[in-house]
T-cell receptor, first 114, second 110 residues
């Protein structure tokens, strides 16, 4: 079985400051990792994904994440946030084979302050 | 445009009534999913289907039912047995790696 932990339920940050949203996972099998963003009353939009290869992955809107296998982490970062980045962010994993079952964390609400 | 369409966006029902949420995709994806979202609890898997005419229970299937008669469609019925049905429901599908999501249906039971 897999599980995903997002320890920070809310992260306030000032505009143009850097931000890191933390994600740790647990799995007995190999997984793909994802970060999604959700704006109010909308579905989830993919920010980036790690499938294999380079551990630093770049996504849309200037976000990037680093896969750390030894620490089972996949933290999301952005060097300078904008007001428009205010949203909820979800980390997710899915086994690379077998059942295509996605497991999501509980989400981190990023609030960018002017 | 390819994508996932959920309808309706908002749905109101009286307590004790069954209600069916629609999910249609034109991405030619084999696997489809239903998630329930409540504040502070993230997304919880209700049902998923990896192929037509087959589906499996997720973590919170009690009080829900689904069908998968066509590849494009995966409707979810919220039955009167679901004790707390008011929530935001998300449908998703996948072809190989990432999941694609619909815009959600907000169900309110009064």
């Amino acid at each position: 079985a897999q599980s995903v932990t997002q320890l920070d339920s809310q992260v306030p940050v000032f505009e143009e400051a850097p931000v890191e949203l933390r994600c740790n996972y647990s799995s007995s099998v190999s997984v793909y990792l994802f970060w999604y963003v959700q704006y109010p009353n909308q579905g989830l939009q993919l920010l980036l994904k790690y499938l294999s290869g380079s551990t630093l992955v770049k996504g849309i809107n200037g976000f990037e994440a680093e896969f750390n296998k030894s620490q089972t982490s996949f933290h999301l970062r952005k060097p300078s946030v904008h007001i428009s980045d205010t949203a909820e962010y979800f980390c997710a994993v899915r086994p690379t084979s077998g059942t295509y079952k996605y497991i999501f964390g509980t989400g981190t609400r990023l609030k960018v302050l002017a | 445009d390819g994508g996932i369409t959920q309808s309706p966006k908002y749905l109101f029902r009286k307590e004790g009534q069954n209600v069916t949420l629609s999910c249609e995709q034109n991405l030619n994806h084999d696997a489809m999913y239903w998630y329930r979202q409540d504040p502070g609890q993230g997304l919880r898997l209700i049902y998923y289907s990896q192929i037509v005419n087959d589906f499996q229970k997720g973590d919170i299937a009690e009080g829900y039912s689904v069908s998968r008669e066509k590849k494009e469609s995966f409707p979810l019925t919220v039955t009167s047995a679901q004790k707390n049905p008011t929530a935001f429901y998300l449908c998703a599908s996948t072809g190989n790696t990432e999941a694609f999501f619909g815009q959600g249906t907000r169900l309110t039971v009064v």
